[in-house]
Protein backbone atom coordinates (compact mmCIF):
# COMPACT_ATOMS: atom_id res chain seq x y z
CA UNK A 1 0.00 0.00 0.00
CA UNK A 2 1.46 3.64 -0.87
CA UNK A 3 -0.29 6.05 1.89
CA UNK A 4 -0.07 9.83 1.60
CA UNK A 5 0.37 11.44 4.83
CA UNK A 6 -2.12 14.81 3.88
CA UNK A 7 -0.80 17.88 5.52
CA UNK A 8 -3.27 20.87 5.28
CA UNK A 9 -2.89 22.82 2.02
CA UNK A 10 -0.31 21.07 0.25
CA UNK A 11 -1.72 20.31 -2.97
CA UNK A 12 -3.49 17.26 -1.17
CA UNK A 13 -6.44 18.20 -3.44
CA UNK A 14 -4.79 17.90 -6.98
CA UNK A 15 -3.07 14.83 -5.67
CA UNK A 16 -6.17 12.99 -4.38
CA UNK A 17 -7.96 13.55 -7.63
CA UNK A 18 -4.89 11.98 -9.33
CA UNK A 19 -4.85 9.17 -6.86
CA UNK A 20 -8.78 8.80 -6.96
CA UNK A 21 -8.61 8.46 -10.80
CA UNK A 22 -5.76 5.79 -11.24
CA UNK A 23 -6.69 3.38 -8.54
CA UNK A 24 -10.58 3.67 -8.12
CA UNK A 25 -11.85 1.92 -5.02
CA UNK A 26 -8.38 0.57 -4.12
CA UNK A 27 -8.21 3.71 -3.01
CA UNK A 28 -9.57 5.35 0.72
CA UNK A 29 -9.60 9.11 1.73
CA UNK A 30 -9.47 7.92 5.42
CA UNK A 31 -11.66 8.71 8.70
CA UNK A 32 -10.76 8.14 11.73
CA UNK A 33 -13.43 5.73 13.69
CA UNK A 34 -13.21 6.74 17.49
CA UNK A 35 -13.44 9.87 18.80
CA UNK A 36 -11.56 11.10 22.89
CA UNK A 37 -11.73 14.46 24.69
CA UNK A 38 -8.67 16.63 24.81
CA UNK A 39 -9.20 19.33 27.32
CA UNK A 40 -13.03 19.13 27.45
CA UNK A 41 -13.14 19.20 23.36
CA UNK A 42 -14.46 16.18 21.65
CA UNK A 43 -11.67 15.21 18.62
CA UNK A 44 -11.02 12.71 17.11
CA UNK A 45 -7.55 10.59 17.81
CA UNK A 46 -4.75 9.35 14.66
CA UNK A 47 -6.22 6.49 12.53
CA UNK A 48 -4.52 3.81 13.68
CA UNK A 49 -4.05 -0.36 12.55
CA UNK A 50 -7.32 -1.21 14.54
CA UNK A 51 -9.25 1.79 11.88
CA UNK A 52 -7.22 -0.16 9.17
CA UNK A 53 -8.27 -3.59 9.77
CA UNK A 54 -12.06 -2.14 9.90
CA UNK A 55 -11.30 -0.38 6.38
CA UNK A 56 -10.34 -3.26 4.89
CA UNK A 57 -13.75 -4.52 4.89
CA UNK A 58 -14.93 -1.96 2.84
CA UNK A 59 -12.17 -1.92 0.91
CA UNK A 60 -10.77 -5.10 0.73
CA UNK A 61 -8.41 -4.54 -2.77
CA UNK A 62 -7.15 -1.46 -1.06
CA UNK A 63 -3.49 -0.40 -2.80
CA UNK A 64 -3.42 3.32 -1.29
CA UNK A 65 -4.62 5.46 1.61
CA UNK A 66 -4.63 9.15 1.81
CA UNK A 67 -6.03 12.04 4.36
CA UNK A 68 -5.01 14.26 7.26
CA UNK A 69 -5.77 11.33 10.08
CA UNK A 70 -3.18 9.36 8.86
CA UNK A 71 0.49 9.69 10.25
CA UNK A 72 3.69 7.82 10.24
CA UNK A 73 4.41 8.66 13.71
CA UNK A 74 1.39 6.05 14.32
CA UNK A 75 2.52 2.19 14.53
CA UNK A 76 0.45 0.13 12.53
CA UNK A 77 1.64 -2.68 13.81
CA UNK A 78 1.37 -6.09 11.44
CA UNK A 79 0.53 -3.54 8.18
CA UNK A 80 3.43 -1.27 8.72
CA UNK A 81 5.94 -3.79 6.36
CA UNK A 82 3.38 -3.32 3.67
CA UNK A 83 2.60 0.80 3.86
CA UNK A 84 4.90 2.67 1.78
CA UNK A 85 5.02 6.50 3.07
CA UNK A 86 5.67 9.76 0.95
CA UNK A 87 4.33 13.50 1.73
CA UNK A 88 4.32 17.06 0.48
CA UNK A 89 5.40 20.30 2.20
CA UNK A 90 5.27 23.67 1.03
CA UNK A 91 6.40 27.00 2.41
CA UNK A 92 5.52 27.04 5.62
CA UNK A 93 4.35 30.72 5.42
CA UNK A 94 2.30 30.38 2.51
CA UNK A 95 0.65 27.13 4.42
CA UNK A 96 -0.41 28.46 7.41
CA UNK A 97 -1.81 32.10 5.65
CA UNK A 98 -3.37 29.42 3.22
CA UNK A 99 -5.02 27.58 6.11
CA UNK A 100 -6.08 30.69 7.84
CA UNK A 101 -7.96 32.34 5.12
CA UNK A 102 -9.65 28.91 4.01
CA UNK A 103 -11.04 28.51 7.65
CA UNK A 104 -11.87 32.43 7.49
CA UNK A 105 -13.85 31.14 4.14
CA UNK A 106 -14.82 27.80 4.11
CA UNK A 107 -15.71 27.35 8.17
CA UNK A 108 -16.65 31.08 8.89
CA UNK A 109 -14.01 31.41 11.37
CA UNK A 110 -14.40 35.33 12.09
CA UNK A 111 -11.38 35.63 14.77
CA UNK A 112 -8.06 38.09 14.25
CA UNK A 113 -4.89 35.80 13.33
CA UNK A 114 -3.32 35.88 16.89
CA UNK A 115 -7.03 34.39 18.33
CA UNK A 116 -6.90 31.77 15.54
CA UNK A 117 -3.59 30.53 16.64
CA UNK A 118 -4.49 30.63 20.59
CA UNK A 119 -7.66 28.47 19.77
CA UNK A 120 -5.77 25.93 17.25
CA UNK A 121 -2.67 24.27 17.43
CA UNK A 122 -1.69 25.42 13.86
CA UNK A 123 2.01 25.89 14.95
CA UNK A 124 4.58 23.86 13.08
CA UNK A 125 2.21 22.09 12.02
CA UNK A 126 4.22 20.13 9.26
CA UNK A 127 6.66 18.37 12.08
CA UNK A 128 3.27 17.84 14.22
CA UNK A 129 1.78 15.54 11.49
CA UNK A 130 4.97 14.02 10.71
CA UNK A 131 6.15 13.09 14.56
CA UNK A 132 3.24 13.69 16.01
CA UNK A 133 4.38 16.38 18.79
CA UNK A 134 6.95 19.45 17.84
CA UNK A 135 9.88 17.22 17.47
CA UNK A 136 11.70 18.51 14.86
CA UNK A 137 14.62 15.79 14.87
CA UNK A 138 12.06 13.04 14.61
CA UNK A 139 10.42 14.79 11.97
CA UNK A 140 13.70 15.21 10.37
CA UNK A 141 14.14 10.89 10.71
CA UNK A 142 10.90 10.26 9.38
CA UNK A 143 10.94 11.90 6.20
CA UNK A 144 14.75 10.62 5.29
CA UNK A 145 14.11 6.84 6.87
CA UNK A 146 9.96 5.96 6.48
CA UNK A 147 9.39 8.45 3.91
CA UNK A 148 9.33 6.74 0.11
CA UNK A 149 9.50 10.13 -1.20
CA UNK A 150 8.88 13.90 -0.18
CA UNK A 151 7.38 16.34 -2.39
CA UNK A 152 7.68 20.16 -2.67
CA UNK A 153 4.10 21.95 -3.42
CA UNK A 154 6.60 24.98 -5.28
CA UNK A 155 7.81 21.63 -7.70
CA UNK A 156 4.45 20.05 -7.25
CA UNK A 157 4.56 19.11 -11.69
CA UNK A 158 8.19 17.83 -10.92
CA UNK A 159 7.20 16.10 -7.88
CA UNK A 160 4.20 14.05 -9.10
CA UNK A 161 7.07 12.78 -11.90
CA UNK A 162 9.37 11.68 -9.06
CA UNK A 163 6.66 10.20 -6.81
CA UNK A 164 5.35 8.52 -9.45
CA UNK A 165 8.66 7.23 -10.02
CA UNK A 166 9.79 6.57 -6.71
CA UNK A 167 6.86 4.51 -5.80
CA UNK A 168 6.66 2.34 -8.70
CA UNK A 169 3.39 3.46 -9.91
CA UNK A 170 4.24 2.82 -13.57
CA UNK A 171 1.26 4.41 -15.74
CA UNK A 172 0.30 6.15 -13.46
CA UNK A 173 -1.18 9.92 -14.92
CA UNK A 174 0.29 13.13 -13.22
CA UNK A 175 -1.33 15.60 -15.81
CA UNK A 176 -4.30 17.22 -13.94
CA UNK A 177 -6.76 20.22 -15.30
CA UNK A 178 -5.78 23.06 -12.86
CA UNK A 179 -4.37 24.07 -9.12
CA UNK A 180 -7.68 23.71 -6.82
CA UNK A 181 -8.90 24.31 -3.51
CA UNK A 182 -7.46 27.88 -3.02
CA UNK A 183 -9.18 29.93 -0.22
CA UNK A 184 -8.63 32.49 -2.71
CA UNK A 185 -9.73 31.27 -6.08
CA UNK A 186 -12.96 30.38 -4.35
CA UNK A 187 -14.21 33.57 -3.03
CA UNK A 188 -17.11 34.84 -5.34
CA UNK A 189 -17.17 30.76 -7.02
CA UNK A 190 -19.85 28.61 -7.01
CA UNK A 191 -19.04 27.47 -3.86
CA UNK A 192 -19.56 30.45 -1.97
CA UNK A 193 -22.81 31.36 -3.84
CA UNK A 194 -24.15 28.36 -2.57
CA UNK A 195 -23.03 29.06 0.87
CA UNK A 196 -24.49 32.45 0.56
CA UNK A 197 -27.86 31.25 -0.48
CA UNK A 198 -27.72 28.63 2.06
CA UNK A 199 -26.22 30.81 5.03
CA UNK A 200 -28.05 34.47 3.61
CA UNK A 201 -24.65 35.92 3.51
CA UNK A 202 -23.87 37.89 0.72
CA UNK A 203 -20.50 36.97 -1.60
CA UNK A 204 -19.71 41.20 -0.17
CA UNK A 205 -19.91 39.81 3.30
CA UNK A 206 -17.18 36.83 2.67
CA UNK A 207 -15.25 39.15 0.17
CA UNK A 208 -15.30 41.22 3.19
CA UNK A 209 -14.32 38.69 5.67
CA UNK A 210 -11.17 37.42 3.73
CA UNK A 211 -10.00 41.33 3.40
CA UNK A 212 -10.43 41.50 7.37
CA UNK A 213 -8.38 38.07 7.78
CA UNK A 214 -5.37 39.34 5.30
CA UNK A 215 -5.02 42.51 7.38
CA UNK A 216 -4.56 40.71 10.17
CA UNK A 217 -2.14 38.60 8.29
CA UNK A 218 -0.16 41.82 7.69
CA UNK A 219 -0.58 42.74 10.71
CA UNK A 220 1.00 40.05 12.77
CA UNK A 221 3.73 38.59 10.48
CA UNK A 222 6.32 38.28 12.89
CA UNK A 223 3.49 35.94 14.87
CA UNK A 224 3.21 34.17 11.59
CA UNK A 225 6.78 33.46 11.45
CA UNK A 226 7.57 32.66 14.73
CA UNK A 227 4.38 30.10 14.25
CA UNK A 228 6.70 28.23 11.96
CA UNK A 229 10.50 28.35 13.08
CA UNK A 230 10.39 24.41 13.57
CA UNK A 231 8.18 23.90 9.69
CA UNK A 232 10.65 26.54 8.37
CA UNK A 233 13.91 24.22 9.80
CA UNK A 234 12.02 21.12 8.20
CA UNK A 235 11.40 22.50 5.29
CA UNK A 236 14.99 24.06 4.17
CA UNK A 237 15.98 20.32 5.21
CA UNK A 238 13.60 18.83 2.28
CA UNK A 239 14.73 21.25 0.14
CA UNK A 240 18.34 21.05 0.28
CA UNK A 241 18.99 17.55 0.64
CA UNK A 242 16.04 15.28 0.25
CA UNK A 243 14.76 16.76 -2.85
CA UNK A 244 17.82 16.59 -4.61
CA UNK A 245 18.38 12.99 -3.73
CA UNK A 246 15.34 12.37 -5.60
CA UNK A 247 16.40 14.12 -8.90
CA UNK A 248 19.59 12.25 -9.12
CA UNK A 249 17.48 8.68 -8.32
CA UNK A 250 15.34 9.62 -10.83
CA UNK A 251 18.38 10.88 -13.61
CA UNK A 252 19.34 14.18 -12.98
CA UNK A 253 17.62 17.48 -13.39
CA UNK A 254 17.75 17.61 -17.37
CA UNK A 255 15.76 14.48 -17.41
CA UNK A 256 13.26 15.33 -15.15
CA UNK A 257 13.00 18.74 -16.86
CA UNK A 258 12.51 16.86 -20.08
CA UNK A 259 9.96 14.20 -18.97
CA UNK A 260 7.86 17.20 -16.75
CA UNK A 261 7.53 19.03 -20.11
CA UNK A 262 6.47 15.64 -21.83
CA UNK A 263 3.94 14.53 -18.97
CA UNK A 264 2.64 18.04 -18.56
CA UNK A 265 1.87 18.43 -21.75
CA UNK A 266 -0.61 15.10 -22.55
CA UNK A 267 -4.60 15.83 -21.51
CA UNK A 268 -5.66 15.11 -17.91
CA UNK A 269 -7.26 11.47 -17.04
CA UNK A 270 -10.61 11.71 -17.32
CA UNK A 271 -11.48 8.31 -15.53
CA UNK A 272 -14.92 6.77 -14.25
CA UNK A 273 -12.62 5.77 -11.26
CA UNK A 274 -12.98 9.32 -9.86
CA UNK A 275 -16.37 9.17 -9.94
CA UNK A 276 -17.07 6.05 -8.61
CA UNK A 277 -14.53 6.65 -5.80
CA UNK A 278 -16.27 9.52 -4.69
CA UNK A 279 -19.75 8.19 -4.59
CA UNK A 280 -18.34 4.88 -2.74
CA UNK A 281 -17.24 7.08 0.39
CA UNK A 282 -19.87 9.52 0.09
CA UNK A 283 -22.84 6.97 0.14
CA UNK A 284 -20.98 3.77 1.77
CA UNK A 285 -17.39 4.73 3.46
CA UNK A 286 -18.84 7.75 5.31
CA UNK A 287 -21.95 6.36 6.89
CA UNK A 288 -20.16 3.34 8.44
CA UNK A 289 -17.65 5.09 9.76
CA UNK A 290 -19.95 7.59 11.38
CA UNK A 291 -22.11 4.98 12.60
CA UNK A 292 -19.10 3.37 14.29
CA UNK A 293 -18.04 6.89 15.58
CA UNK A 294 -21.72 6.64 16.99
CA UNK A 295 -21.44 3.44 18.33
CA UNK A 296 -18.05 3.54 20.38
CA UNK A 297 -20.00 7.16 21.72
CA UNK A 298 -21.96 4.74 23.21
CA UNK A 299 -19.79 2.11 24.60
CA UNK A 300 -17.63 4.84 26.00
CA UNK A 301 -14.99 3.70 23.81
CA UNK A 302 -11.59 5.73 23.50
CA UNK A 303 -8.38 5.54 21.36
CA UNK A 304 -5.17 5.91 23.36
CA UNK A 305 -2.86 8.66 21.39
CA UNK A 306 -0.44 5.90 19.23
CA UNK A 307 2.45 7.30 18.41
CA UNK A 308 5.60 5.96 17.20
CA UNK A 309 8.68 7.00 19.45
CA UNK A 310 11.73 6.81 17.21
CA UNK A 311 13.95 6.08 20.03
CA UNK A 312 16.85 4.33 17.99
CA UNK A 313 16.79 7.12 15.11
CA UNK A 314 16.84 10.18 17.87
CA UNK A 315 19.82 8.12 19.79
CA UNK A 316 21.39 8.09 16.08
CA UNK A 317 20.51 11.80 15.26
CA UNK A 318 22.33 13.06 19.21
Known amino acids: MIVFCHIEKTAGTALTELLRAH ?9 R ?17 EDLLKDRRLYPRMRSLAGHHIRPCVDFGEFDGDMHWYTFLRDPIARLRSHYLHEVAIKNYSGSFPEYLD ?16 DLAAAKSILSTRMRFVGIQERFDQSLLLMRDALGLGD ?10 T ?3 RVGGPIYRLRGRLTKRSENSEIAMQERAKSSLEQHHGLL ?3 NSLDQQLY ?6 IWSQQVDQYGGTERLAADT ?4 SKAPNSSYRTTLSFVYRNLVYKPYVAADVRRNQRLGVQKTTNTRQWKESKRNHD
Open 33 to 49: HAITSRDGVVAPNFYDA
Open 172 to 181: FSVSYAKRRN
Open 261 to 264: QVDM
Open 119 to 134: KFPRDDIMVRKLAGER
Open 183 to 185: AVS
Open 23 to 31: FGLRHVDVL
Open 236 to 241: EYACNE
Open 225 to 227: VEA
